[in-house]
């Protein structure tokens, strides 16, 4: 099982450097413009305001559509259908998020939920991908979470 999962988040890595994304879609909803010191430590923004820029897939043939919900510490960010559309259809989501740790969870319409924490720097960006996909027996669904500080390769 954990091979598995390795293979899959390796897979996952791999499609976020070889260049698979598209932006087509509903957009995210309106960014939050507030920038006060009582704004919101989540909340969707511009792409150039973003600390965190984070791209969600369906990697599922399965599971085609597939709902899934984004929270950073019980912010929703994310609400919407995800079409695999031959697994090259990575949606952009521009975050801005407080310094400091952190938690996403992430919950299918299917029922599989991950949950994991991850630490924002003080200054810099943070580059997430987040898949939804189904093992090679097309049973087995999960979802995998991957930050790193430097551009992922097809953003």
Not at 16 to 32: F, H, Q, V, W
């Amino acid at each position: 099982m954990d091979r598995l999962r390795a293979a899959t988040l390796t897979v996952t890595v791999l499609l976020a450097t070889a260049g698979c994304t598209k932006e087509d879609g509903p957009p995210p909803p309106s960014p939050a413009v507030s920038l006060s010191p009582d704004a919101p430590a989540v909340r969707l923004v511009e792409t150039d305001q973003a600390d965190l820029h984070l791209w969600v897939s369906n990697q599922s043939f399965t599971d085609d559509p597939v709902a899934l919900t984004v929270s950073i510490d019980g912010v929703e960010i994310v609400d919407r259908l995800f079409a695999v559309e031959h697994q090259h259809n990575w949606v952009l989501f521009p975050a801005r998020v407080a310094p400091g740790h952190h938690v996403v969870r992430i919950v299918a319409g299917t029922g599989v939920e991950k949950q994991e924490s991850f630490t924002m720097p003080e200054t810099g960006r943070r580059y997430a991908a987040i898949d939804y996909g189904n093992a090679m027996d097309e049973r087995q669904r999960h979802v995998n979470w991957f930050i790193q500080s430097t551009p992922i390769g097809f953003a």
